[in-house]
């Protein structure tokens, strides 16, 4: 059995194998249909519009860090892979935005208590060694009255399979790289839970208000060009008591 280090290692490696993937994706996303459906949405639940000093959890490729510093919000995107780190700054510098990136895990934040106005995340809870954890370092970081906005899917029983179809966005990931996905995500405990349920219940617990959609795929999957998974996307969006 691989102790915590091991899988971390592991999982950061993966993802740095993944970042071009992920860099190509997201410029599309940014240029495609789906931009303004994901900016209204997110723009609806943070509420205050003056610009808010916001933390991209997992920014990846910095699709959510191009949105929120075009819209004028102060943005520090994290990110556990260099890879992913490194994409971000380019995807950002393509578009003349700006953001702070810096490489650091999800569930151990460097920033002080009340840091932040807002924490958003995309796809990334389902990928955590301790999501719990990082619920509560969220919680920490984020000031009273704060917004927490978490998207991602209940792929924990999912296997994934290799894409034969070119307009699939993961059609380029190769077989070796799906089944590490997928030994990846059987060593994780958050895909034994039923989410969005799980997060939901302990979010509450740690001190958050909380409202939740089950699935906003109709929401923000407009171009008919991008080609994703059947699995819902839920929303989350918590605020800070």
Same mark, same amino acid.
């Given at each position: 059995?691989?102790? %915590?280090?091991?899988?971390?290692?592991?999982?950061?490696? $993966?993802?740095?194998? =993944?970042?071009?993937?992920?860099?190509?994706?997201?410029?599309?996303?940014?240029?495609?249909?789906?931009?303004?459906?994901?900016? !209204? &949405?997110? &723009?609806?639940? *943070? %509420?205050?519009?003056?610009?808010?000093?916001?933390? !991209?959890?997992?920014?990846?490729?910095?699709?959510?860090?191009?949105?929120?510093?075009?819209?004028?919000?102060?943005?520090?995107?994290?990110?556990?892979?260099?890879?992913?780190?490194?994409?971000?700054?380019?995807? *950002?510098?393509? $578009?003349? #935005?700006?953001?702070?990136?810096?490489?650091?895990?999800?569930?151990? &934040? $460097?920033?002080?208590?009340?840091?932040?106005?807002?924490?958003?995340?995309?796809?990334?809870?389902?990928?955590?060694?301790?999501?719990?954890?990082?619920?509560?370092?969220?919680?920490?970081?984020?000031?009273?009255?704060?917004?927490?906005?978490?998207?991602?899917? !209940?792929?924990? =029983?999912? /296997?994934?399979?290799? %894409?034969?179809?070119?307009?699939?966005?993961?059609?380029?990931?190769?077989?070796?790289?799906?089944?590490?996905?997928? !030994?990846?995500?059987?060593?994780?405990?958050?895909?034994?839970?039923?989410?969005?349920?799980?997060?939901?219940?302990?979010?509450?617990?740690?001190?958050?208000?909380? /409202?939740?959609?089950?699935?906003?795929?109709?929401?923000?999957?407009?171009?008919?060009? #991008?080609?994703?998974?059947?699995?819902?996307?839920?929303?989350?969006?918590?605020?800070?008591?």
């Amino acid at each position: 059995m691989q102790n %915590k280090c091991e899988i971390e290692i592991r999982i950061e490696r $993966y993802w740095d194998k =993944r970042s071009g993937d992920f860099s190509k994706l997201r410029r599309k996303e940014l240029e495609s249909e789906n931009y303004a459906p994901w900016r !209204d &949405l997110i &723009l609806s639940r *943070l %509420k205050n519009k003056k610009p808010l000093k916001i933390l !991209d959890v997992g920014t990846g490729a910095g699709f959510f860090a191009a949105i929120l510093s075009k819209e004028g919000h102060s943005v520090v995107g994290i990110d556990m892979s260099e890879g992913m780190i490194k994409a971000a700054r380019e995807t *950002l510098a393509a $578009y003349k #935005l700006n953001a702070e990136f810096i490489k650091m895990a999800a569930d151990s &934040l $460097y920033f002080p208590q009340e840091s932040f106005d807002a924490v958003v995340s995309r796809n990334l809870t389902w990928t955590l060694l301790d999501a719990m954890e990082a619920y509560r370092e969220w919680h920490r970081v984020l000031k009273r009255g704060g917004i927490l906005l978490n998207f991602d899917s !209940d792929v924990g =029983r999912t /296997e994934f399979v290799k %894409k034969n179809t070119e307009k699939d966005v993961h059609f380029d990931v190769t077989a070796d790289m799906v089944k590490e996905c997928n !030994d990846i995500k059987a060593s994780l405990r958050i895909s034994t839970h039923t989410r969005p349920k799980w997060d939901v219940e302990l979010l509450k617990n740690i001190g958050f208000k909380v /409202e939740f959609d089950t699935d906003i795929s109709k929401i923000v999957r407009k171009d008919k060009n #991008l080609v994703y998974d059947d699995l819902p996307i839920f929303g989350i969006y918590g605020e800070k008591c």
